[in-house]
């Protein structure tokens, strides 16, 4: 039997001297949606991120840091992936350019390229930053430097260059042969007029940086990084050794415009130079602005991933960075639409249909997907129209117009919810044929629901499993074939499974304030909260902590504990282990977040007199303010909170605990 075709797609990689945002999460949710649908289209597919970790802004970085390069960067790849795992963005290999596997492929890549005559040693003359130790690109006589502002000086240093020039025409060629290379059509005709210009070869090579791959035997030479950094790609599936593991060339890289010409020009001629396969495709998306400029750190405009993922969950982050905007164009950012979109279409359109088709068919199937029966006109024509709306996804999916794909299956949702509301199954009664046209609508909105998830899925990984495990549906809905999809393959007489948590609404100003206060909280974490590795640039995290010292009792008595009741308990939408409390503590009713919700219930909490530590500076929790801490053990390794209170006598609220 022969095996599954295979499919290889790259994000960049991304520079280590900053965390993610929501630009580098942006082609990185596009590349797993792509993973996911060529998946459920039979592929077996290998996709790749990691981190870009030489070259003299690391070496900056780690100065200031105060720690050495390799350090440095250990803490970043680490805070990185840790990212990107906790927002279910694991990539299949995660490249770091200081693996011992990609310094190899790097110097195999030099020497091929060396062997076989498009190598050759030269001297470069740029403007150098004697502060700094870099040369400053594209500056000219005269210019300061952007980084500390003082005068550039012209230096000219010993390089390898790189033949880049004899390439213009073999790359002329390849685009006319491969019209598909450069993508979109805009960025092609872009790149074609600046090969026509003319390319000027390359210095591949440093002196000047000492954080580099060095040049075997050639040292102080150490590669250029982008030489460096673009040959990840090869390292990911095999190096020296791609021809094993069988995926490279590339199927799609995936880039944002800024570098598009790093890997249309030079990656493409690095790879004819050493005669390897060129990739097949380099698809550069647009960015995400903030009202309408670029993100920057500097401009302190820059939106990070996680507060959205906690508030909405991942997958409105996902649906709304693929709705806004058309794949490869630039969009704007704004919280007050994600929230928008949220609430319209996710809260509304599929959760509300999901939930509102399993109120019915518990109500009046009860429980079980019905056996359809005669059908009318308008459940044809929903059939026809369904069954057209799979080949449009299908055909939009496949080229990345993920906007288009996603309008597709929500003019199908919106179909659906229609129907319902004309057909008014739940206004019929109990009569025989009202009976059998009751199980007919029923069926058909199921049908349509199964349909609209399993296409929703690449987008939305996590809700249309939980759709899949409430319609009762067998397997995952991951496993399902879009090849095989059609309308009419919904079994009946299957008993539908749990009631599952979609899409809560929210209030808009409320979420959007918590999310604020959240990004906050990340960018400026408290110094006596728990750092996690990916919250603190520097990977605080790695740093051991300092070990307690004794203290005298007037520190002890600096701290105000009394005996409170628990008046109300709440858990909070998008804070899985925080539950809101308010506890009388004698002189007034505070509002207190704790991390108990993973081990009391809500409404069991209801009365139970606790000991707060009452004179805490208020703080925000997942941008719930909390003022005060309920006083609770952490039991076993996992550190299982156990709340501390008076099961003995009945303490009167408001004392104070000595
Ligand atoms: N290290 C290089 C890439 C080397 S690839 C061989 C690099 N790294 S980066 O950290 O700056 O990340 C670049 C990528 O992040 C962009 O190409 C783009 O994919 C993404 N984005 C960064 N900011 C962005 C936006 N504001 N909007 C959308 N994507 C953007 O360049």
Redesign the pocket.
Known sequence: MPGKPKFYLT?????TN?LP????T??TIVADVIRRYKRMRGFEVVMTTGT?EHGVNVERAAKKAGIPESEFVARMAAAWRGLWDELGLTADEFVRTTDLQHVRTVQWLFRLCRENGYVYKGHYTGQYCIYDNAFVNDAKRGDNCPDCGRPTETVTEENYFFKLSAFQQPLLDFYKKNPDFIQPETRRNEIVSFVEGGLKDLSITRTTIRWGIPVPGEEPHVFYV?FD??T??LSAVGGPEYEQRGMWPADVH??????IR??TVYWPAFLMAAMLPVPKQVWA?????MDSS??SKSKGNVIVPRPIANMLGMDALRYFLLREVVFGQDGNFSYDALVTRYNSDLANGLGNLASRTAALLEKICGGQIPKPMERKPQDEALAKETQAAIGEVLENYENMSFARALEAIWSAIASADKYLTTEQPWALSNSDQEQSRKATILWTTAELLRIVTVLAHPVLPVSTAKIWTLLGLPGSVAAVELDGLRWGQLAPGKQLGKAQTLFPRVEKNEAIERIEAMANEERNPAPAAKPTASATPAGAAAVPQAAPEKIGIEDFAKVEMRVGQIKTAERIVGADKLLKLTVDIGTEIRQICAGIAQYYEPEKLIGRKVAVVVNLAPRKLRGVESNGMVIAAAVGPEGRPVLAGFPDEDVEIGSRLK
């Open positions: 994000t960049p990689i991304y520079y900053g945002h929501i630009g580098h942006y082609t870009d982008w950094a673009l990840a790609y995936l880039v944002g415009k800024d570098i790093f890997h998306h647009g960015w995400f602005l670029k993100m």
